[in-house]
Every structure is written in structure tokens, then in C-alpha cells.
């Protein structure tokens, strides 16, 4: 591999005296999936949305394919074509249907004709198993239906990775299944995953990398029989028994 | 009675003359308010500290004074520093300017209310800040902002009642020359209030119809904070 | 012809404000009492009520302080300061009636209902219980028709009541300054609905209960 689809060096981020993360280096290579893991409010949804410059880091440096996107008049918007992102509370267009959440970045952003736009969005929906709910609105669908569309949304940007921002946490247990599903399938079919989550089954199955974050910094990573079986640091130790006392042992 | 009767026969299209005015009135402000109120909206939520303080200054002062005060400023004040306007402009533009305040403050209600995260997930697709405003925020606050909104039509007729005091000829100017020919202005201005009433009705239906049109399932106001 | 200004401005500010003041009460006397008998009334005087509102509030202010006007001013030999400010005071009601309407229908009835579980009659429960949370609630939109019955007392100047806009008008006049005229009193206006929100404000913070949101 030649060099890392998305890149980032020396990240940092505070807000006022509150540091949300410090120095931060990391690099997605094509066909990763890694996998962020930590205590909530260790700064892991705020390095996502700084990797897509949603949010502005304080210092530091990102490419996306070797392009440095922090660069002074780079422009944002083309940077996020590239990198898609998937929310927490789904955060779909609540005015469209889930065909129009869908089309609305290819007809508006990459100005596609309807007819094509149409048709690829059809396929995305399709992609993850949500073709015959096209005509719903958000409003009219589960919570896993809702954050499948907006997968769908971001995938049909053709995106060179996928930020994937707790995705799970904010569905109903019974509803979790089908969205790992779909990521699963994404995983299997080599897209680039940055994913952070609290599903340490899902990590373990389909991570080749696992980053695990404290307060701020990266404390370690490696790959997941490793870091779950032989963590290095006495912190993620007792972080995984957290997590398996809260959450329990993946029920396959 | 007979005379009475004749007289009524007679003021019907002097009425109906005075109650399209009053339309005309009505429907020009309100297309020049909301114009108005949705650049003083956009502004007040988006725009630079400068644009925001412009929009807020332009808001306050337009609901802090009274409309007939604004009206008089407009049509007899404006003369005094070279701008002169006719009384139905004064009237159009007075309306315009007065409603444009109120309505900015219900279009700012709703574009809050859309959430903020769904700018955020408009630009995470690639779309700038003027495309999410465009394609994201707009059409869900529009749509939210429609039960609210809804008054401001028949509030704004009811305003239009004033602009008769510089002589505008609408319904309440021709009530007065009516009345002072009958000597009955108890009867005639109860006829316009009936006349109001009506409009007021239909229109109320109007926006009833409306609500329903647009209605999105799933989408009304509710404070999803992100 | 400063002093002439002060002079004129000044006396003009007074009569508006009197207007207001002496507007007010009546709605509110008025206006609660209507809610009240609109939900406690009965079928009939609900209906009623329901009625009296519909035709006020269909109807531009305006419009109605000429039929009061002249109802009052053809019966009873009165200045246009009091049926200016009575009129007023009638067309508020019926908009205070919706404000203290909303506020009782938002206590609710499980209010009501815990006050009779413990034997207090319909109106001990109404005085004691609900009426001291919705006068509460009623603050923030009443407020509002306060600064709309300030600002609409501009509307007596139809009746000729030597108020802010009629003492602009005899400046503008005798000074030929139309626009400083005009202008000082949309500015008079714009300080006393500011003052009055911002004291409004104030009694709200202080009657409000803890934690009630």
C-alpha cells in the first residue's frame, strides 16, 4: 500500500480550557476497519467530526490521498464528498422521502441527471435492504430502518471511507442487529471503516485494528485478539471489564 | 325604510370597492413582509455579527412601535426628508416593513427548531452552507413554520384597518363617508365588522387547508435538541 | 421650540400611558372572568363565550373602538379619554380571555381533581389550587398583550384623545419638522414597550416556582 487514503497528525482539539483530545496521530489505510473505543467523553465523536472538518481542530494536519485538506482554501465541501459520515441520531432529512435523503448529495452536490440519480440511489437503498421503504419518510420508519437510509445516504457519494459515529447507541437493543448487519456486508465488500462504537462483539468480528482512546489520547491499539486478549496498559484492561460487565458477552 | 333600503342597494359597491383595497392591502403586505422577514430571519440566525445586529435593530423597532405611528412616520414624516410617497405606497410599504418583523420572528422559530444537526448532516454530504440553508433547512422550516404563520394573514388584515386614517380608500374609509351620510355609524361600522368577519373566517379555512396540504408525517415542531 | 416639543411630547406621554393603565385592569377583570365561566360555566355559557370571542378577535381593534365608541358615547354623557380607554379595555378582554383560557387549560385537570380528592369544593379548588399555577403561566403571553394594548392605544387618536400620535400631529403642525415629530413619537413608543418588557421580564423571575420550566 502506498499511502493512507485518510491521514491526520498531531490533532488536537479543546474547547476553552476543556481539552478534548491532545496530539493525535492516526492513519486509515485502504481496507481498514478500525475501530475507536473508550470511555464516553474521551473525545472519539469530536475526532471523527474533526476528521471530516465538520468541526474545526485546533492544530494538526489531515490528508485525504495524500491532498492536505487542512490546507488554507481547500474546500470543505469537496473534502466531505469524499468522506462519509453516519451519525449517531441518524440525522436524516426529515422533509424527504428516504429515496429523496438519499438522492439529494447526488443531484445537488454532484449533479447528477434525476434519472441517474434515481437510479443509483435505488441501488444504494437496495444495498442495504431498505428498497421497498424508498417512498417512506423519516417519520415512517424504525430507528435501524432510519440510520440504514442514512448509510445509504452516505455510501451513495462513493465515498473512499466511512465514519461511522456510534451508530448503534441510540437504537432500541432489538434494532441493533440489522444496522452491524449492514456494516458487516460493508466490511466484506473492503470498504474503508473508521467506526466507533461501543459493540465490542462487532469490533472483535470485523476490526483488523483497534484503537482504544482515554481522555483524549490514543493509550493503545493493535489488532483485536491482541488488544482484547493481552491489552498492553492496565487502563484498557480495566476499561474492557467495564464493558463486558455493562454490556455482557455478545450473544451470537 | 324605503329609503334606507335604497341606500343600502346603493352602498353595496362602495363597500365592495372599499373591501377590495383592503385586500389588495393585505396581500401586498404580506408578500413584501415575508420577503422581508425572510431575509431579517436568515440574517438574524446566520449572518455575520454586524448582518445579525442590522436584522435584530430592524425586528425590535418594527414590534416595539405601533403600526399607525409607523404609518404616519411613512406618509407625513418621510415628506420632511425628501421622500414622498403616496398614500397607497405608504400604506404597502408601512405593511410591508411591519409585518416583515413579525413574520422573521416566526420564520427564526422554525429554522431553530429544524435542528441543528441537520446542518450538520447537510454539509457532511458535501452540500455548502448556502446549499443546506437552501435544500435542508428551508424546506423543513417553511413547513414547520406554517401553524404559526398562519395568524399573520388575518392579523394583517385586521392591521390594514388603521391605513384608512391617511385616507387610504379602503373598507374603513368608505365606511366613514357612509356613516357620515346615514348619521348611523353604529350600524355601518357594524356592517364592515361583519364584513371583516367573513373574510377573517375564510380565511382562517384557507390556512386550515393549507396545514393539511403540506403536512409531512413525522415532521412538526418538537425540540430534538442534537 | 424645544421646550414646545417637551411640552407637547411630555403631556402626550401621559395621556398613553393612562390610556394603557386604565385599559389594562378591565381586560383583565374582564378577560378572566369570561375564561373562567367559559371552563367552569357550564355548556351553555362555554358556548357563549366561545361565541364573544370568535366576533371580537375576527374584528380589526379599530373597527370595534368606533361601534364602543359610539354604543358608549350615544348612552352615557363621557369624554373620549374614558370611552377611548374603556373601548380599549373590552377589545383586550376578549384576547386576555384566551391567554387566562390557555393558562387554567394548562394546569390541567388532574389538579382539580387531586384538590376534590381532598373535599375542597369546585371553587376553593379554582382559587386555592388552580388559579395561583395559571396566573403564573398566563404571565409571558399576557405580557405580550400588554405591550399590544400599549401599542394599540395609538388608536385613540381616531377618537381625537390628545395622545402621543395627536400631540406629534399639532407639532409637526406648528414646528413644520414632520419627521422629527413623528419620529419622537415612534421613539416615545419604542422606550415604553421596551421598559414595560423588560419590567414584565422581571415580574415573571420573581413569581416563578422552582424548577418549573
Redesign the interface.
Known amino acids: 500500500m502506498d499511502q493512507p487514503i485518510l491521514k491526520a497528525t498531531g490533532l488536537s482539539k479543546k474547547y476553552g480550557d476543556n481539552v478534548v483530545f491532545h496530539n493525535i496521530d492516526i492513519a486509515v489505510e485502504q481496507g481498514d476497519i478500525i475501530v475507536i473505543i473508550g470511555p464516553s467523553g474521551t473525545g472519539k465523536s469530536t475526532l471523527l467530526r474533526c476528521l471530516?472538518l465538520?468541526t474545526k481542530a485546533d492544530s494538526g494536519k489531515i490528508w485525504l490521498d495524500g491532498t492536505e485538506i487542512t490546507a488554507p482554501g481547500h474546500s470543505?465541501?469537496?473534502?466531505?464528498?469524499h468522506i462519509?459520515?453516519v451519525?449517531q441520531?441518524f440525522?436524516?432529512?426529515?422533509?424527504?422521502t428516504a429515496l429523496g435523503n438519499v438522492m439529494?448529495?447526488l443531484t445537488?452536490?454532484r449533479h447528477l441527471p434525476r434519472e441517474q440519480a434515481r437510479e443509483k440511489a435505488l441501488s444504494e437503498l437496495n444495498r442495504v435492504g431498505l428498497a421497498d421503504r424508498a417512498g417512506h419518510?423519516?417519520?415512517?420508519l424504525s430507528g435501524g430502518q432510519q440510520q440504514r437510509v442514512a448509510i445509504a445516504?452516505?455510501l451513495a457519494?462513493d465515498p473512499r471511507v466511512m465514519l461511522f459515529d456510534e451508530p448503534t447507541s441510540a437504537l432500541d437493543p432489538e434494532l441493533i442487529g440489522e444496522v452491524l448487519e449492514v456494516m458487516r456486508q460493508l466490511a466484506m465488500q473492503k470498504m474503508t471503516m473508521l467506526v466507533v462504537t461501543h459493540e465490542m462483539g462487532f469490533a472483535r468480528e470485523v476490526a483488523n485494528r483497534i484503537i482504544f482512546m482515554e481522555k483524549g489520547s490514543i493509550v493503545e491499539e493493535g489488532a483485536p485478539n491482541e488488544l482484547f486478549l493481552r491489552p498492553k496498559f492496565e487502563r484498557t484492561r480495566e476499561f474492557l471489564w467495564k464493558i463486558t460487565e455493562l454490556y455482557g458477552h455478545k450473544k451470537e | 325604510m324605503s329609503d334606507w333600503l335604497d341606500f343600502f342597494w346603493r352602498s353595496i359597491p362602495v363597500f365592495l370597492n372599499g373591501l377590495w383595497v383592503t385586500l389588495e392591502l393585505t396581500a401586498v403586505g404580506l408578500i413584501v413582509g415575508f420577503g422581508l422577514g425572510l431575509a431579517a430571519a436568515l440574517g438574524r440566525v446566520y449572518g455575520s455579527p454586524w448582518v445579525r445586529r442590522i436584522c435584530i435593530a430592524y425586528i425590535e423597532?418594527f414590534r416595539?412601535?405601533?403600526?399607525?405611528?409607523?404609518l404616519?412616520?411613512i406618509y407625513?414624516?418621510?415628506?420632511?426628508?425628501g421622500i414622498t410617497l403616496s398614500r397607497m405606497m405608504s400604506a404597502y410599504l408601512t405593511l410591508g416593513l411591519n409585518s416583515g418583523a413579525y413574520q422573521a420572528e416566526y420564520l427564526r422559530g422554525a429554522i431553530m427548531a429544524?435542528?441543528e444537526?441537520?446542518m450538520?448532516?447537510?454539509?457532511?454530504?458535501?452540500?455548502?452552507r448556502l446549499?443546506s440553508i437552501r435544500?435542508?433547512i428551508l424546506?423543513?422550516a417553511l413547513?414547520l413554520v406554517i401553524p404559526s404563520w398562519s395568524n399573520e394573514p388575518i392579523l394583517l388584515?385586521?392591521?390594514?384597518?388603521?391605513a384608512f386614517?391617511i385616507a387610504v380608500p379602503d373598507l374603513?374609509t368608505k365606511a366613514k363617508l357612509i356613516a357620515a351620510r346615514t348619521y348611523d355609524?353604529?350600524g355601518t361600522?357594524?356592517a364592515?365588522?361583519v364584513v371583516?368577519?367573513v373574510i377573517?373566517?375564510l380565511l382562517n379555512e384557507v390556512m386550515k387547508a393549507l396545514e393539511r396540504r403540506l403536512r409531512?408525517?413525522?415532521?412538526e415542531i418538537e425540540s430534538?435538541k442534537? | 421650540m424645544l421646550q414646545n416639543f417637551i411640552i407637547y411630547i411630555g403631556s402626550g406621554t401621559a395621556v398613553t400611558v393612562s390610556v394603557t393603565l386604565a385599559a389594562l385592569p378591565m381586560g383583565i377583570v374582564l378577560g378572566l372572568s369570561f375564561a373562567l365561566l367559559h371552563i367552569y360555566g357550564g355548556k351553555w355559557l362555554s358556548r357563549l363565550m366561545t361565541v364573544y370571542s370568535t366576533?371580537m378577535r375576527?374584528?380589526?381593534?379599530?373597527?370595534?373602538l368606533?361601534?364602543l365608541y359610539?354604543?358608549i358615547a350615544?348612552s352615557i354623557n363621557i369624554s373620549p379619554f374614558w370611552a377611548g380607554s374603556i373601548a380599549l379595555g373590552w377589545v383586550s378582554s376578549a384576547y386576555q380571555m384566551e391567554i387566562f383560557r390557555g393558562a387554567l387549560l394548562s394546569v390541567g385537570g388532574g389538579q382539580m381533581l387531586a384538590a376534590r380528592a381532598i373535599g375542597m369544593s369546585r371553587w376553593t379548588a379554582v382559587r386555592y389550587v388552580v388559579l395561583p399555577q395559571a396566573l403564573r403561566l398566563a404571565i409571558p403571553p399576557w405580557s405580550n398583550e400588554v405591550?399590544i394594548v400599549l401599542?394599540?392605544?395609538?388608536?385613540v387618536?381616531?377618537l381625537g384623545v390628545p395622545e402621543?400620535?395627536r400631540r406629534?400631529?399639532q407639532l409637526?403642525a406648528t414646528t413644520q419638522?414632520?419627521?422629527?415629530?413623528?419620529?419622537t413619537?415612534?421613539l416615545i413608543?419604542?422606550i415604553l414597550?421596551?421598559t414595560t418588557n423588560r419590567l414584565l421580564d422581571h415580574l415573571e423571575q420573581r413569581t416563578r416556582l422552582p424548577a418549573q420550566l
Open positions: 471530516n465538520l470543505e465541501d469537496e473534502v466531505r464528498q462519509g459520515m451519525f441520531n440525522l436524516l432529512f426529515n422533509h424527504l439529494l448529495g445537488k452536490v419518510y423519516p417519520g415512517q445516504r452516505a457519494m | 423597532i416595539g412601535t405601533p403600526l399607525l405611528v409607523q404616519f412616520l407625513y414624516g418621510f415628506p420632511g426628508i429544524v435542528s444537526g441537520q450538520m448532516a447537510g454539509r457532511s454530504i458535501g452540500l455548502s446549499a435544500y435542508v424546506p423543513q413547513r388584515l385586521k392591521s390594514t384597518a388603521v386614517l374603513m355609524p353604529i361600522y357594524l364592515v365588522a371583516y368577519l377573517v373566517g409531512i408525517p413525522g415532521l430534538h442534537p | 366576533l375576527g374584528v380589526p381593534p379599530i373597527v370595534l368606533f361601534i359610539f354604543i350615544g405591550s401599542k394599540d392605544s395609538s388608536l387618536y381616531a402621543i400620535l406629534a400631529q409637526s419638522q414632520p419627521f422629527l415629530a413623528y419620529g413619537a415612534a413608543y419604542f414597550v421596551f
